[in-house]
């Protein structure tokens, strides 16, 4: 049976801790547009701020629909599922903010929340969400299967590397400009006023 909890106590923290990934669900407003569930991680990038609030380090992607969705009205879900030990699936809903690159908050998150010592948060991250919880739940988890965890894939911060030698910290931020502007459905997504000087 499902159970509903006033806040991430700590019993709750540790669970969440050792889980490999999360995922996010957001909507754009409407009956039109495209839902989107983005998968995220490592677990490093998550940090619970305190019994109802969250954040993680988000990640420069191809695309940028929870940005451009929490933008546009605050909507927001993470998912964790328990792909090892006893089956469990913990949801946390509530209300997202997002603090991009280049913002002058953007800084001083990465350092108050610890997000320093993460690989590709100094050239690769975009933004930092935070998450104000309104509903936190879990439930049975019977139908997620077991999967044995391998490690970390290398793509994401070799691409970061690859344009950092070619083209040093203007080519991640020309990306960022050029492909996360707006989501699919033409939401904005980062804006392009705040990134940091590329010259």
Known sequence: MGKLYDAIDDRLADWIGRQRLFFVGTAPSGPDGH?????KGGIESFRIVDATTVAYLDFVGSG???????????????????FEGPPRIVRL???????????????????????GGIEAAADGARSVITIELSRIADSC?????????????????????????????????????????ESIDALPGIEADLLPDRG
């Open 35 to 39: 839902v989107n569930v983005s998968p």
């Open 93 to 115: 809903h509530g209300r997202g903010s997002v603090t991009q690159v280049g913002d002058p908050a953007f800084e001083d998150l990465l350092q108050r929340l610890d997000f």
């Open 141 to 181: 988890g019977y139908g997620v299967p077991t999967m044995r965890y391998e490690g970390p894939r290398s793509q994401q911060l070799a691409w970061i590397q690859s344009r950092l030698r070619r083209d040093g910290p203007a080519g991640v931020l020309a990306y960022v400009e050029a492909r996360n502007r």
């Open 64 to 82: 940028v629909e929870t940005i451009s969705h929490l933008r546009d009205n605050r909507r927001i879900v993470v998912m964790f599922c328990a």
